[in-house]
């Protein structure tokens, strides 16, 4: 049981270039989200699914996009990076609830120059 | 909106002792509130949660207290040690919200010295 894998671990992006960040859960569940956090500002919610096929915006969703075509995977994309993109990307994940426990992944550190 | 406050940045605290760290929040009171761990360079790890109608709940050293009239949450780690020093994460829930979604504070990091 690998829990929640993300890739890639770090990446350097220039200012305007796009990328994908990858979300992969083994533990069948319902509910994924992707957090970026910066120092002192704690975790802030980008973007959310409920399920397959299911994306919602979170706290700060802008710059963002999302798809969930599978249940096991949440894919996190930036169309145009910007140097206020840089931070510390988590996933997680829970099973029924969205209150219940969050499994989280190892984290992308991302810098946009 | 819902603010969570945890209102030490950092605590630095004696091996042996107990260390309190304490989350509050704003308005609405949650139906849940967690707690979790986070070492540098890695994601939170879940490590309590209380409801609404729960004072205390307990895991070995560890113990969380939730006051709806106060609005805070204490958690406590006795017999600290060394291995404990990391950053503490409260997180409630967003019930009276539409999204079903949960809010984390900044966190708390705690050292523990020898």
């Known amino acids: 049981n690998a829990g929640v894998t993300q890739t890639p671990k770090f990446r350097v992006l220039k200012t305007g270039q796009s990328m994908t960040l990858l979300c992969a859960q083994d533990?069948?569940?319902?509910?994924m989200y992707w957090y970026r956090q910066d120092p002192g500002m704690g975790l802030r919610l980008i973007h959310y699914?409920?399920?397959?096929?299911?994306?919602a915006k979170g706290e700060v969703p802008d710059g963002y996009n999302v798809s969930r075509l599978k249940k096991q995977n949440f894919l996190l994309g930036l169309e145009s990076a910007a140097p206020s993109q840089t931070s510390v990307y988590f996933c997680?994940?829970?099973?029924?609830?969205?209150?219940?426990?969050?499994?989280f992944g190892p984290g992308t550190r991302l810098t946009v120059l | 909106s819902q603010k969570i406050e945890q209102n030490s940045e950092a605590l630095n605290i004696q091996e042996g002792k107990t260390a309190t760290l304490t989350c509050n929040y704003t308005?609405?009171?949650?139906?849940?509130l967690q707690w979790y761990r986070q070492d540098p360079g890695r994601g939170p790890v879940f490590l309590l949660l209380?409801?609404?109608?729960?004072k205390e709940k307990r895991k070995e050293r560890l113990k969380v207290t939730f006051d709806t009239t106060l609005k805070q949450s204490l958690f406590h780690i006795t017999a600290s040690q060394p291995a404990d020093s990391a950053t503490y994460l409260c997180?409630?829930?967003?019930?009276?919200?539409?999204?079903?979604?949960?809010?984390f504070g900044s966190g708390t990091r705690l050292s523990i010295r020898p």
């Open positions: 997680a994940s829970s099973s029924e609830l969205a209150t219940d426990t969050q499994y």
């Open positions: 533990m069948n569940h319902e509910y």
């Open positions: 699914s409920v399920g397959e096929g299911t994306t």
């Open positions: 308005n609405y009171s949650p139906a849940y």
């Open positions: 209380i409801r609404e109608n729960e």
């Open positions: 997180a409630l829930d967003m019930w009276y919200s539409s999204a079903s979604k949960i809010i």
